[in-house]
């Protein structure tokens, strides 16, 4: 059986989607940041709060209208969706067989879906904030070859602002944006399923792809404040120019008064 995650945006208000399809025929549960949502047996699906959707049972082409469904309630949409699709079954015991990309559950277990769909969930925000930070080093991989060729670099001071401002905004969105990447607070009350969520952790290297990504950031970040650096020697190099030309002209000026 298929099981896929997205993330498909900023933001699901979670509070609307409950309210929309909490109907007599419809089970939806609503939990601090996410709604779980069970049409029939099988066929469940949890939206995160942090813009992210786990699908259990459904084929691709349904997982694709249900998610135009709930587009009114997204803010913020993505142009490129992240997707990432698993397969699962049931067995003795609930593990995920890395080899095959495999999930296999002990039981039908709601709770146990969920438990693993933070997991799954939380690779998939994660996939944005790669693609973002992969985006900036190819827009900056040009700035140290043109710095070592020329001197000096085509960007002006306020457009590098403007760049270390955004990478700020990034690393407070990968790092200060606990609810999406930290332990849940879901867990606090059910301890029993954390280990669970922590095999998906595990499975899907959250952890490690999370320093990797810091450690890029870090890099690019070193990379502005060099060229910031660069930037202001220059204007400081420009303006000792200046003030030496006005020296010169009042020097000169002295001079032809002496005269005249």
Not at 6 to 26: E, P, Q
Not at 53 to 69: H, I, N, R
Not at 93 to 114: F, G
Request: hydrophobic share 40%; proline share 2%.
């Amino acid at each position: 059986m298929r099981c896929a995650s997205y993330c498909t945006g900023l933001t699901y208000d979670i509070g609307a989607v409950f309210n929309a399809y909490k109907t007599v025929s419809v089970n939806a549960q609503l939990f601090d940041e996410l709604v779980i949502i069970s049409i029939e047996q099988g066929h469940t699906l949890c939206v995160f709060a942090y813009g992210a959707v786990v699908f259990w049972g459904y084929t691709a082409s349904e997982e694709k209208e249900f998610l135009v469904k709930l587009s009114p309630y997204l803010k913020s949409a993505l142009a490129q969706v992240q997707e990432d699709t698993f397969f699962y079954e049931y067995g003795p015991e609930t593990l995920i067989d890395e080899e095959e990309d495999r999930i296999i559950l002990q039981s039908e277990d709601l709770l146990l879906k969920v438990s693993l769909s933070y997991g799954l969930s939380q690779s998939a925000k994660l996939s944005v904030f790669e693609h973002e930070i992969d985006k900036t080093i190819q827009n900056t991989r040009h700035l140290p070859a043109e710095l070592a060729e020329k001197g000096k670099i085509t960007l002006s001071r306020k457009k590098i602002s403007q760049h270390i401002g955004k990478l700020f905004s990034q690393k407070n969105s990968i790092n200060l944006d606990s609810y999406a990447l930290d332990t849940p607070e879901f867990f606090w009350k059910r301890p029993r399923y954390e280990p669970f969520y922590q095999q998906a952790v595990e499975f899907l290297d959250i952890q490690v792809r999370l320093n990797i990504l810091n450690g890029k950031l870090n890099v690019i970040h070193e990379l502005y404040e060099i060229l910031s650096n660069e930037l202001k020697h220059a204007h400081s190099s420009f303006l000792e120019w200046v003030i030496i030309i006005l020296i010169m002209v009042e020097v000169l000026i002295s001079i032809l008064k002496e005269f005249i």
